[in-house]
């Protein structure tokens, strides 16, 4: 009787009563009331971290994660420590084609293939870190899949197999790049990669990184605010060619904050007027 009192409680006061429980408890109720599944967002929030998770099997970690999907989680937070050496499987075929998803924060070290379906509709905010992209189709793929994405952030992301990396993605208003965290070009302080950038709604852009090994398109528009910090020294004519490469493309900016090599920021302005 108790059970079926709850079960007919309004669904805004369900939403309230299942937001406030843990994640385990609530895929639980899914088992009790069939009525209880089909509430829509009734779960707006699921956090994980590496604390959460301590001796706690897969399965279960991938239980939860699923039944916040499940219950038409809006924002999945997966923060699993690096050094971890029990670092649960993602349950890939759901969590990246969850139709409801519009904020996703991975902070775990899975590997981005070609061959995971990507397919987020509602996505708008994604939070990358410590991700591996298996080489540059990959990148495009996981991209593609996020047709409304806006805001865009890649922290010490393994770039290692990549040779351009291409963010073209008409949505985004909003990109953070802090790629280095693997061994630059071996013949000059830069990173091993070229960039691709074709952004016409982007407004905000911060870069805080070595040089790329060449920007080969850089089409931001929009662009209204930038945070560009390099890193390094740039003593060859040619490395400061390609870094121009890169203020072509933002050449229309309102406000800029700039951090660089004093000596290099002077051939920059010199090469582009």
């Known amino acids: 009787m ?16 299942l937001s406030s ?3 385990e408890d609530v895929v639980s109720t899914s088992i009790l009331s069939t009525r209880w599944r089909y509430i829509e967002g009734r779960i707006k929030q699921f956090r994980l971290n590496r604390i959460d998770i301590s001796g706690i099997d897969d399965s279960r970690v991938c239980a939860w994660i699923y039944g916040a999907i499940w219950h038409g989680v809006k924002e999945i937070d997966l923060v ?3 050094e971890s050496n029990n670092i649960p499987m993602l349950p890939n075929a759901l969590l990246f084609t969850c139709k409801t998803l519009v904020r996703l924060k991975l902070e775990i070290p899975f590997v981005m293939s070609v061959h995971i379906h990507v397919c987020l509709p509602s996505l708008k905010i ?23 994405l806006e805001q865009l952030s890649i922290f010490y992301c393994d770039m290692r197999n990549i040779i351009y990396l291409t963010i073209s993605i008409p949505s985004l208003k909003s990109l953070t790049l802090l790629l280095n965290d693997y061994p630059l070009d071996d013949h000059s302080l830069c990173l091993a990669f070229a960039i691709v950038i074709n952004l016409p709604s982007l407004v905000y852009f911060k870069y805080v990184d070595f040089r790329a090994k060449n920007y080969l398109t850089v089409n931001m528009p929009s662009l209204v605010r930038a945070g560009i910090k390099v890193y390094g020294t740039l003593t060859f004519t040619t ?22 090599n004093p000596e290099a920021m002077s051939f920059i302005f010199i090469r582009q007027y």
């Not at 108790?2 to 009563?17: E, G, K, M, Q, V």
């Not at 994604?126 to 409304?148: A, M, N, Q, Y």
């Not at 121009?244 to 951090?259: A, N, P, Q, R, Y």
Request: aromatic content about 8%; overall charge negative.
């Open 21 to 23: 429980l843990p994640i």
């Open 126 to 148: 994604l939070v990358l870190r410590s991700t591996k992209f298996e080489d540059d189709d990959s990148v495009k793929t996981f991209f593609s899949g996020c047709p409304i």
């Open 2 to 17: 108790a059970s079926n009192r709850i079960s007919n409680l309004p669904d805004s006061l369900l939403t309230r009563i």
């Open 80 to 82: 699993f420590a690096l």
């Open 239 to 260: 490395e400061v060619d390609v870094l121009v490469k890169l203020f072509e493309g933002i050449d229309k900016i309102k406000s800029l904050h700039l951090s660089i």
